[in-house]
């Protein structure tokens, strides 16, 4: 605990360190100048120079994905602070642990309409978990270490640290605060045991269970994935994945149904519509599972454990709910199943898993392949052959291709796979991937994108020739701005609204211009040498995989449809104008 | 003296005891929030209302506790039970948020408001309104030869029926401060 006298700039440094801190994402400017002469001045803290703010968060999310640490952005005020907003609101959505301070005008010139100002607190109020502005230099410690841990107690989220000009400057003492404890915001960890062993008697007498865990299992870290897996063998029921939970059950286990939502497998929502017993756990019903809600699985009953309570009964009426943490709450499962005499009704088990065998013969992801054009799905396929006995991590953009690469690429761990699942951000891959390649510098890391996506947060490129990151970005190249032109496709009579990407530039100059090697593929027979090309390549790697132009995702719950009722192909096209309910949902 | 609808609470339709015409399943819950008394807070917990569509029918806030620095905001909310129950775990989650008790279910409690009442008029019209006044113990705090000011506490079902009588008889002007509700018997919300 080492207290002293020092300016409001060396102790953001101090506390940042403190807390374990070493790298961050940012941007200098006015407000954050004397932040930056500390930084310049020392050489434990590492600063990334991104190219635009919105690139330091997503690079912050990606760090904080990647390792279950905090990602921590510093950032300018005013256009600084309000570029954050998207990454904000999307670690808000994805429940990323972000700290992200922003530099202020001095206190004496807050709210007189300065340079550079912006009541960054007040924009940033729905969009974080939560946000401070310092007053005096006495709070600035005790904040930044308030700070972490409300980003990580409880549901993580992203907080905003508010500076101004004049408390960095100003000299004060520094107090570690690290492991200090919030007064009031203390969330449950631990799950009621009651309903625990409710749960528990309720999957045992299941003849048809269900396991639906989702990115609340990655956020409580490796073990609860371990312990997912485990409790999965242990009972021999079958599991699904959300988007944002893939790699916390291996994907190659048979027991394994596939991700369920509205790109998901046939038999994972067949399973979810079919089940007698649902075990919701660390997922939140998004309507991008559940489809119509007054149709979603009618007959089963539901068991939710969730960290946070007001994820429970929002959406949709639970039996069993349970606060708590995934990781505590399976070790207790774990114990009270081992406990119980009471065993599975073998016989019905088995029934249920050829009921699921026969979904599968469905072969939903299949597709027509081609010998002219590269099939998106192809692509994919190849990439992943070539790619998983490698220590790889995945970031995506959004849209088709991550669709796609959800469906293609096979995750059996945690923290490998990245992508922006709750508010679906454009231009989440790229800086992401910067901060994974931070994270991991001798891993392969490859952002699968689409050619609409990538031009949202191009300009990282220079971020990545900077720091030599041999990052390879995967682009399937179709272009169009795919997901939306396959929803004008299907319920807009194919009035393709500008979703044609116009003027795209050359692909491989643009690589060559930020220094980095640029391959491209157009036939099918190339697919292979370029992949092997990308992985063997030691520098950044862009790929243009031009694709197919007008091939759609499937399955597909069409928007206002019921959960089982999946579209599982061209042939099986949505027909007609779909309702007014269905019309309205994005 | 005139009897006011105090169906109020649960009402499954029919008249608020704000007067407001309320939909079959929708329920009427006097909230209370302990929070610290930080800048912010105030705009958090109505951000927080307005960001997720749920009603404010009304809400005062002061500080309760100078030393701890705490502050009371009473809200008074109206929605389903499933969104009674999501306005509570959501102000629940709130970082500066220490307590939040739903008096309407946790039991019996006093609900008080306070008003100022403006009328104006001559003759029969102003002896009747001081007249009434009298009778619903409200205090004139402000006299001219045309106009009176009233000033008035208690339920607001009381509040109501006194500015219904009020209407005809030369309102001009109502300035209200919301409910505050605290429970009643030892328990200390």
Known sequence: ?586 | MVQAKVSARRTKGGRSAQGEVVEFGVESHTIAVIVDNEAGVLARVIGLFSGRGYNIDSLTVAEVDVADHLSRITVVTSGTPMIIEQIKAQLNRLVPVHKVTDLTTEGPHVERELALIKVTGSGEKRVESLRIAEIFRARVVDSTNNSFVFEMTGAPSKIYAFINLMVPLGLVDVSRTGVVAISRGAEPF
Not at chain 1, 223 to 244: D, E, H, I, K
Not at chain 1, 297 to 315: F, T
Not at chain 1, 512 to 521: D, P, V, Y
Request: glycine residues 10%.
């Open chain 1, 1 to 586: 605990m080492a207290d002293g006298e020092m300016t409001g700039a060396e102790m953001v440094i101090k506390a940042l360190l403190d807390q374990g801190v070493d790298v961050i994402f940012g941007y200098p400017g006015g407000a954050v100048l004397p932040i930056y002469d500390a930084l310049f001045q020392q050489n434990s803290l590492r600063h990334i120079l991104v190219r635009h703010e919105a690139g330091a968060v997503h690079a912050a999310e990606g760090y904080a994905r990647s390792t279950g640490k905090v990602g921590v952005v510093l950032v300018t005020s005013g256009p600084g602070a309000t570029n954050c907003v998207t990454g904000l609101t999307d670690a808000l959505m994805d429940s990323i642990p972000v700290v992200c301070l922003t530099g202020q005008v001095p206190t004496h010139l807050i709210g007189n309409d300065a340079f550079q100002e912006a009541d960054t607190v007040g924009i940033t109020r729905p969009c974080t978990k939560h946000n401070y502005l310092i007053k005096h230099i006495d709070d600035l410690s005790r904040i930044i270490h308030e700070a972490f841990y409300v980003a990580k107690a409880g549901r993580p989220g992203p907080v905003v640290v508010d500076i101004p000009k004049d408390i960095v400057i100003n000299e004060g003492v520094y107090k570690n605060h690290a492991g200090a404890v919030h007064r009031s915001y203390q969330p449950t960890v631990k799950g009621d045991p009651t309903h625990i062993q409710q749960a528990v008697e309720l999957l045992a007498s299941a003849k048809r269970p269900i396991i639906y865990a989702g990115g609340g299992v990655i956020n409580s870290g490796p073990a609860a994935s371990q312990l997912l897996t485990n409790f999965a063998q242990m009972t021999g029921y079958p599991v699904t994945l959300t988007v944002m939970g893939l790699g916390a059950y291996p994907a190659s286990d048979p027991q394994f149904l596939g991700m369920l939502g509205m790109h998901g497998t046939y038999e994972a929502n067949m399973a979810m519509a079919e089940c007698d017993v649902m075990l919701a756990i660390g997922s939140r019903f998004d309507d991008r599972i559940t489809g119509r809600l007054d149709a979603f699985s009618q007959g089963s009953k539901k068991i939710h454990v969730d960290i946070d309570p007001s994820s429970i009964n929002k959406n949709v009426h639970v039996d069993v709910p349970i606060v708590g943490d995934v990781g505590y709450v399976l070790e207790d499962m774990t114990k009270f199943w081992k406990s119980k005499l009471r065993r599975p009704d073998a016989g019905a088990i088995d029934a249920w898993w050829k009921q699921i065998d026969k979904w599968r013969k469905k072969n939903s992801l299949a597709y027509k392949n081609s010998k002219k054009l590269i099939k998106p799905q192809y692509a994919l396929e190849r990439l992943y052959a070539q790619i998983k006995e490698r220590d790889v991590y995945i970031t995506t953009e959004v849209g088709q291709h991550q669709m796609w690469a959800a469906q293609f690429l096979k995750f059996e761990k945690p923290n490998h796979w990245m992508t922006s699942g709750g508010l679906g951000t454009m231009g989440y891959g790229l800086p992401a991937a910067v901060g994974v390649q931070i994270a991991h510098p001798d891993a392969l890391v490859i952002d699968v994108a689409g050619e609409a996506s990538i031009m949202m947060n191009i300009q990282e490129m220079s971020t990545i020739a900077q720091y030599r990151l041999p990052v390879k970005v995967f682009i399937l190249n179709n272009g169009y701005m795919g997901m939306v032109r396959q929803w004008q496709e299907f319920f807009h009579g194919g009035r393709y609204s500008e979703t044609y990407m116009d003027s795209l530039p050359d692909f491989v100059k643009l690589a060559e211009s930020f220094g980095a090697k640029g391959l491209r593929a157009t036939k099918p027979e190339e697919v292979d040498d370029v992949i092997a090309e990308m992985i063997e390549t030691e520098t950044a790697v862009i790929v243009d995989m031009v694709v197919d132009p007008e091939e759609n995702v499937y399955p597909m719950i069409p928007a206002g449809a019921a959960h089982y009722e999946m579209k599982l192909g061209a042939g099986d096209a949505v027909d007609g104008q779909p309702t007014e309910d269905g019309m309205v949902l994005v």
